[in-house]
Structures are given as C-alpha cells and as structure tokens.
C-alpha cells in the first residue's frame, strides 16, 4: 500500500491560490490519487481524484506529474471556508482487489485567514 | 437525494458497557464502511460490508463488530468498551455497479462521537 506523506499545517489568506503537495513515491499502477477535505466535526468529502496529468473539477484542481510520484492539489481563491484538513490518498482502483476501503494519513490543516 | 445518516449523533457509556451504533446509507447505495477517528490515531478504517458480507477488515480487535441489513443499513457493535474507545466513528457509503471493477467516490455520514467514561 502506497504511503503518502504531507505538509501538517499551512496558513493562507483568502483570495490566494492554496497548492499542497503530497509525495506518494511507491504509488502502484493500479493506484490512483485521492483528495478528502474534512471540516471539524464533520466526515470527510470527496474533493477529485485522478491518475495522470491534470483534473480539474468546480472545486480544485490536481496535477499529477509523468512519474506519479507526487501530486499537488490546488485550490484557486480560498475563503474562509475553506479552511480545513485535507486528506492525500492514494486509492487502489480494484474493488475486487481493495474493496473501498480507504487509508488516511495525517492529511494537512490548512488555516484560511481574512 | 438524503446524504448518509448516523444514529446516534453523540453518546456517552461508561467502561465495560456496550454499545451499537446505526448507518443508513444514501438509497441505492450498497458499499458501507465504517472508520474510527480519533486525535492520536487519525482516522482508521475499521470494516466494510457490501450485501450483507464483510469484504474488508482493518486492525481492531474483535470487540469491534459489525453488519449490513438486507436494505443495506449498517450497525457496528463495541463490546467491553474501553477509555481508548472514544472517538468519531464515521460511517461511508458508495455506489457500486454490479460489474463495476474500479473504486467508487465514499460519501461520509456526520459520524457518532462516543465518550467512554
């Protein structure tokens, strides 16, 4: 199983563009990238997912490099809101091989100033 | 559509008592897992259950138990509960195609916070 790692805490002001990048150096072929973003008290939610290159969805954008050792989750134009965990994992896409079971790490605090 | 709800929302027992917690899934859901989330540990997988069968199992002991109904609501059980049992347990469902092969999008319930005393 793919070990993900990143930062603990970052600190943004509201209208800035939030990049976190998370390293997944034993990634394997069948694995793809997963973001969750959870506020306190509440479950995670799904942000995007992706394999290669890049997604985008209404919320955030992921790039993901040619080697797919590391990813970046990008969030345009943060508000207040916004401030939360978000959770890297990386996610095997066999259902028959992993079910849906989901491994979090320790996912980044992310803090939204005014 | 209704998201995943969980019952109850907040709980409190004391050491040894037992208890069990309720997950209804979003309908036509059938994939439903269970996660523990506490500060020192983060949050852990526990089970999952699709048709009624446990298809994943995480490292907790056997206290921790778990099934699914034949509508696919969930209950998990904790017997001999211990101080260390405190936690946000959360529940997930996810949709999944009879002959879908690849992982599906895990929508999250608000989860019970369980106080051990």
């Known amino acids: 199983l793919a070990k993900t790692t990143q930062p603990i805490s970052m600190d943004s002001y509201e209208g800035q563009e939030v990049n976190i990048t998370c390293s997944h150096n034993n990634i394997a072929t069948n694995d793809y990238i997963t973001w969750y973003q959870q506020f306190p008290s509440q479950g995670p939610r799904f942000i995007i997912q992706?394999?290669?290159t890049k997604v985008t969805n209404e919320v955030a954008s992921l790039f993901i490099p040619a080697d797919r050792k590391s990813s970046t989750l990008s969030l345009p134009r943060v508000s207040l809101s916004d401030t939360a965990v978000y959770y890297c994992?990386?996610?095997?896409?066999?259902?028959?091989?992993?079910?849906?079971?989901?491994?979090f790490g320790g996912g980044t605090r992310v803090l939204v100033k005014p | 559509k209704a998201g995943v709800t969980q019952t109850p929302r907040y709980l409190i027992k004391t050491r040894g008592q037992q208890v069990t917690l309720s997950c209804s899934p979003i309908s036509g859901h059938r994939s439903v897992s269970w996660y523990q989330q506490t500060p020192g540990q983060g949050l852990q997988f526990l089970f999952e259950?699709?048709?009624?069968?446990?298809?994943n199992k995480g490292n907790f002991p056997g206290r921790f138990s778990g099934r699914q109904f034949s509508n696919s609501r969930s209950e998990m059980n904790v017997s001999t509960l211990e101080l260390g049992d405190s936690a946000l347990y959360l529940c997930?469902?996810?949709?999944?195609?009879?002959?879908?092969?690849?992982?599906?999008?895990?929508?999250f319930g608000p989860g019970t916070r369980l106080t051990v005393l």
């Open positions: 997930a469902s996810s949709f999944e195609k009879p002959d879908r092969q690849f992982y599906n999008e895990q929508f």
């Open positions: 992706g394999y290669k």
């Open positions: 259950y699709f048709s009624e069968t446990q298809r």
């Open positions: 994992l990386v996610v095997n896409s066999s259902i028959k091989a992993a079910g849906n079971k989901l491994t």
